[in-house]
């Protein structure tokens, strides 16, 4: 997301009304779109599968599935996304952007492969009783997703924020457009919907990006050479993506709270709903995230490093970073600010929505929790991107590590204490990092040229 | 080839961008020196700027050179990211401290044991060790104070790294310093960082310590430091100041002396090649009664050999001797025998020496001769040799703006040649004599100001014109070289010094 700002700036530098709220508004589909998307999305196909598709329960099973094929592509890839991305910033940075394509083809080569060996192998040995059909389109399905994940960050990384919102946006209405033709073939037709759109989804970047970068290789791997390729990146990735999945696999997998639904998979009504329905008040936090980041924060960040780089003054160069660390506090107190506004709105409807769905009002407390918890994801993840632009990728690995760490504990003691504890892992281990990772950007703000000038000798 | 290795030695020669892989007049002087004293083992610490600033060896190493050792004072960092630490703030107190005394300009006691004390701490895991200097936050807090405090340039990290390259050799050293094989006596040709490594290691080791210094080391980095473009000037055209230098130029420049300061205070004895440049130690913070003068000296037998090549006649021939680059103002050479030929038109002019080094200058040289109208008059003969050239002269010219004590003159004098020359270096001093005994023997020339053809012309054109004169000022001359500029002289008083110094050593 490192070069969103660009745009942004373009954007609110119209200077009216209208520019700054399509400035938010690209900002929140950007920042969030591929989440919440692919949550509005199995909620409207199931929506409007309700009565249609028999039995219903094949509508559950539909959600569960995809589901777990979103967690776990982004698990698998998100080893991937941050390296690539320094991999892509670090290219243009030189002016080296005939290496990017190619590595673009290696990396999907590679995604490809691995996640087409891991769902064959989940196919043919986890799920004996079902169709043939449902586990092809499984196995299809998995690999598709992955390829999104890595053809979204190249897209971002070349700026093309437009045509992500763009494709995202048909993608996710043929979809749900096929999903609706095809429900009368039961859970395999909405698989088989859902296939067709995240399908058009990829052809259409896929498109998009040979069209616009030409490149005379199509697969290398210099992604993978030890010059340019960070592990830790990798590590982050990996821990970050695993940390938020990590208290919902809990709660699927116990006993107590998780049920079968098919094969192996395993879902939790009571934890899923309020979890996935908190996520969607991500929206506006991301959008205030993304422009305060992306715009404000990157300005004086570049300032700071041109002062340095050109012959600034001293006093200049405070000045910047100091202006840097205001803008991350500002940015944080109205990513709160809006994410409970946004809080306070969904738990007015929650009751509705949760008489809509049937769900049990004993589980409104947890809604509440989630929400809250939410708000701090998007606080974690301003932090992360902090540390990523101030290339601080030991503190990446302990901040995201711990955060897994926690998230994991935290969530087996909360289900040990009980349905009132539910939904406290989360909050927990995520305040805890959240913590940290504040106290960390104050040192790291607070030492920012001693560090820049005496850490890094060049 | 791979490099003499002995455990010890008797004398220890440290030599900054000099012997054995560059070629020059100090160069050549290590050389004869060496050669002078096969009694002495020597051992050579070479200390460079960067490895690729060097090629082969330029001479071929005496037998009686028994170990070298070859050092860069700029290394690339390691790239490597460091821990935050907080440093010795007691240590760095006192590196402020020292600098206070720098400001102040005067040398004393307590400054001289302050720097013993820092120079104490240097070493790895000390105070003040290379990684506390590179990467402690004391001495980041040291150097941002000192910006805010003195920096007249606004630019910080030209500051910041003025200062860390500056510095960083320091520590280079001081692990030369540690790891140098022990000698009897330490001998530094310059001072700059090759003296103050021989302040460090006299410091460290009770050795004593002498000092020979042919130019003045701080003046020519002056020089250099004026036409090096990588030193930025980053004042606004507001804030610019033309009285003003660049402040980081002031500050290398400042550097630099200090160094020299350092050398001076720990050297047992210090010579300079002649009196004007022994005044200038005195007044860079030499202590006078350890300075002394020897000029460097001439093989006087192969130089007789040339003069009996001489006939009776005087040739009418001027010819300068050395490099056509602008530091030896060719130029004024070639107005001044506009001079000579409108006077005598038999007169002629030759320019003896490589025309390689700055060819644009001698293209300029060549196109002036053209609008003086002297292409009769005026020749190039490359590089010559001075055996078979000096019969064929009749006077030696040096116009240069910048001498130290030119050998060509001493060499001209034993073989017979008087001179005209500009008055710089120790010119006057050759031509003229320096104490009574040796005015007494009489003018061997004449002296004129820089960049004056019109009087440097006549002086040669007078002394070609009156035979008599010519005559005196050979003897002169040829007496003079004889008595105060040979060879022998030179080693007579180095053998002297040496002598003395490993005895005070060994006594110690």
Known sequence: MAGIGFELRKLLRQDTLLGLLRAYAYAGVIGSGPWVLSIIGILIVGLISLGVVSPAVAVTQFQVTVTYIIAFSLVLTGTLQLAFTRFCADRLFEEREDMILPNFGGVTLLVTLVSGVLALLAALFLFPGQSVLFRTVLVACFVVVSNIWIATIFLSGMKQYRSIVLLYGVGYAITVGAAFLLRGFDLEGLLLGYLIGQSALLSGMLVLILRGYPSKRSVAFELFDKRWLYPSLMLVGLFFNAGVWADKFIFWMDASTGSPVIGPLRASLIYDIPVFLSYLSLIPGMAVFLVRMETDFVEYYSNFYDAVREGGSLSYIEDMRNQMATTIRVGIFEILKIQAIAALLLITVARDIFGLLGISELYLPLLRVQLVATALQVVFLAIINVFCYLDQRRILVLLTGLFLVLNVVFTLISLRLGPQFFGYGFLLALAVSVGLGLWLVQRSMGRLEYQTFMLRSG | ?508
């Not at chain 2, 506009?338 to 196109?367: F, H, K, S």
């Open chain 2, 1 to 508: 080839m791979t490099p003499p290795r002995a455990d010890s030695a008797d004398i220890c020669l440290l030599l900054e961008g000099t012997f054995p892989y560059v070629s020059g007049g100090v160069s050549s002087w290590v050389n004869q020196i060496i050669r002078g004293f096969p009694e002495y083992r020597f051992a050579c610490c070479f200390v460079g700027s960067r490895a690729e600033d060097y090629g082969e060896m330029k001479y071929t190493l005496p037998d009686n050179v028994v170990h070298l050792e070859v050092h860069y004072l700029h290394q690339p960092g390691d790239g490597a990211e460091h821990k935050a630490h907080d440093g010795d703030r007691v240590a760095f107190d006192k590196v402020d401290q020292f600098h206070r005394m720098l400001s102040s300009g005067r040398v004393s006691d307590s400054r001289n044991r302050l720097f013993a004390e820092l120079v104490d701490q240097l070493g790895d895991g000390q105070g003040l060790c290379e990684s506390a200097f590179l990467h402690s936050r004391a001495s980041w807090d040291l150097i941002t104070d000192h910006y805010r405090r003195h920096s007249r340039d606004p630019s910080f990290v030209d500051y910041f790294w003025t200062v860390r390259t500056m510095h960083a050799p320091i520590w280079v050293l001081k692990r030369i310093a540690d790891d140098l094989i022990p000698a009897r006596l330490y001998h530094t040709v310059s001072t700059g960082y090759a003296g103050f490594l021989g302040a460090m290691l006299k410091h460290q080791t009770g050795r004593p310590l002498l000092l020979s210094e042919h130019g003045i080391y701080t003046k020519e980095r002056r020089i250099d430091l004026f036409q090096s473009e990588w030193i930025t000037d980053n004042r606004s055209m507001v804030e610019k100041n033309n009285t003003e230098m660049a402040y980081f130029r002031e500050k290398w420049i400042r550097f630099f002396q200090e160094l020299g300061r350092e050398c001076y205070q720990a050297s047992d004895r210090i010579v300079a090649l002649y009196e004007n440049n022994r005044l200038r130690q005195v007044e860079d913070g030499a202590p006078p009664q350890r300075t002394l003068n020897i000029p460097n000296g001439i093989n006087l037998t192969a130089m007789r050999e040339v003069r009996a090549r001489r006939n009776e006649e005087i040739p009418p021939v001027a010819c300068l001797i050395g490099r056509v680059v602008p530091i030896k103002d060719v130029k004024t050479f070639l107005r001044a025998m506009r001079t000579v030929a409108n006077l005598m038109p038999e007169a002629q002019g030759w320019i003896a020496g490589p025309e390689d080094e700055d060819p644009e200058y001698a293209a300029e040289c060549r196109a002036l001769i053209h609008s003086l109208q002297l292409d009769d008059h005026v020749h190039f003969l490359g590089f010559q040799n001075i055996a078979d050239l000096l019969p064929k002269v009749g006077v030696i010219v040096l116009s240069s703006i910048s001498e130290a004590l030119p050998l060509v003159l001493l060499e001209g004098f034993a073989a017979g040649v008087p001179a005209v020359s500009t008055d710089v270096g120790s010119c006057r001093q050759l031509i003229e004599g320096l104490d009574e005994e040796d005015r007494a023997l009489g003018s061997a020339g004449e002296v004129v100001g820089i960049a004056n053809p019109e009087a440097l012309g006549r002086a040669v054109a007078g002394l070609l014109r009156d035979p008599e004169r010519w005559r005196a000022a050979q003897q002169a001359g040829i007496q003079r070289a004889e008595a105060y500029y040979t060879q022998e002289r030179m080693f007579a008083s180095y053998r002297a010094l040496y002598q003395s110094l490993l005895n005070d050593g060994e006594a110690r």
